[in-house]
């Protein structure tokens, strides 16, 4: 029996006519992704497996980390070690191992630093950043728990016992929110000892004067909640309520979907060019011959020949804003000429701070200092501040 719709004449030309718009249509559509495509390739992923607004996949950092990591094998690689009589000629690896110890710490803080400019809102400041330890913050700390001390705002300039260095200070502009993060590449080694509980109590010294501190530092820049957070590089079980987050939980304190997986990526590949530089170092150790599949040779003298002075001290990728300035109650005639921290010479910031420095920006923003209430504490998630 013949098929009637495929001989004829009809249907020929309905194939023909279904085939020019599929045709049509597949053009208007090609080209109408090829002009927002690159806009808004991030709603390519489906919204409901996202927690976060904002989203970062390791391919759009690839790059920087790669650069961040050369140089920091690059430092670790440049390591003149001191002879030692008990290490003998493993003295190299030894200094290898403190070195990456060292790096892997700074590798950290760079990275999470770049990762922030995935969420536009995120102001990151670190760096020599001194927050002093104000008397009366340090007495109320160690004195009370810290849920007791809410709406409690102490003068960033009075008197003071020392200084406390965060590693990073991510501002949430939107939220009005900080974290005073101090960042670990493992908290194996702090055991059962009180370095731990000493560094909370630092941390949250220093957070009851961080909102007088960066409204009088940052350009009025204001926060009315305060949390302290330790990173755990390991990524070992977590205690929020004890103030230490695992570093695979960081998507919920910078608001950016994948930031954990692109941290856990980031060790993986640091961890694989650590070991190809223990590997060779093991071997000249032991007067091994170098096999031909070990490839960290190569790595090791191009490292050794780029590394500059900037490198050694392992500079940050992009220049941010950065405070320095020293504790009230020291002079700078203990730091000489070589003093870094503002008090001794005009503090520099960076440009790229959104037009805060703007006259007109300022005189149009409704400034209203102190805040009512002002609350400190562990770092909670944002979603659930």
Same mark, same amino acid.
């Given at each position: ?53 904002? /989203? ?18 690059? +430092?670790?690689?440049?390591? *003149? ?74 003068? =960033?300039? +009075? ?21 005073? #993060? ?18 909370? #109590? ?51 304190? /910078? ?34 011959? *170098? ?40 002079? =700078?005639? *203990? ?7 503002? =008090? ?42």
């Amino acid at each position: 029996m013949t098929n009637l719709h495929t001989s004829s004449p009809a249907g020929e030309v309905l194939r023909a006519a279904t085939a020019a718009s599929s045709t049509i249509s597949s053009l208007a559509g090609s080209t109408s992704r090829r002009h927002v495509g690159e806009r808004f390739a991030v709603q390519a992923e489906p919204p409901v497996l996202r927690r976060q607004a904002h /989203l970062v996949r390791y391919a759009h950092v690839e790059a920087d980390f790669d650069m961040l990591i050369d140089r920091a094998i690059a +430092a670790i690689a440049d390591g *003149e070690p001191v002879e030692d009589e008990i290490l003998g000629h493993y003295v190299n690896v030894a200094s290898l191992v403190r070195a990456v110890s060292f790096r892997e710490g700074k590798l950290l803080e760079q990275a999470v630093e770049r990762l922030a400019k995935s969420n536009p809102d995120l102001v990151v400041l670190m760096q020599s950043i001194k927050l002093p330890l104000v008397k009366a913050a340090i007495e109320a700390v160690a004195g009370n728990d810290w849920r007791q001390l809410q709406g409690v705002r102490l003068d =960033c300039e +009075a008197p003071a016992k020392g200084s406390y260095t965060p590693d990073l200070i991510v501002v949430n502009r939107a939220k009005h929110v900080a974290f005073v #993060l101090d960042l670990k590449r493992s908290l194996a080694s702090y055991g059962d000892t009180s370095r731990l509980e000493e560094l909370k #109590l630092k941390m949250l010294a220093s957070a009851m004067v961080l909102p007088d501190w960066l409204y009088k530092t940052q350009k009025r820049l204001m926060v009315e909640t305060v949390g302290v957070a330790i990173i755990d590089g390991a990524s070992r079980p977590s205690d929020h309520a004890a103030g230490v987050w695992a570093l695979s939980e960081i998507d919920d304190l /910078l608001e950016i979907d994948g930031a954990a997986a692109c941290m856990a990526e980031l060790r993986v590949r640091f961890g694989r060019r650590v070991q190809q530089l223990l590997e060779v170092e093991a071997r000249r150790a032991l007067g091994l011959p *170098e096999t031909p599949t070990v490839t960290a040779a190569p790595l090791l003298a191009a490292a050794a020949s780029t590394t500059s002075l900037h490198q050694r001290r392992f500079g940050t990728l992009r220049a941010i804003s950065r405070v320095m300035v020293c504790e009230e109650t020291t002079g =700078c005639d *203990e730091h000489g000429a070589e003093c870094t921290f503002g =008090c001794c010479g005009d503090p520099t910031f960076d440009d790229d701070d959104d037009g805060r420095d703007d006259p007109e920006a300022l005189t149009d923003d409704v400034v209203s200092w102190p805040p009512e209430h002002i609350r400190i504490g562990f770092a909670r998630r944002l979603l659930d501040a």
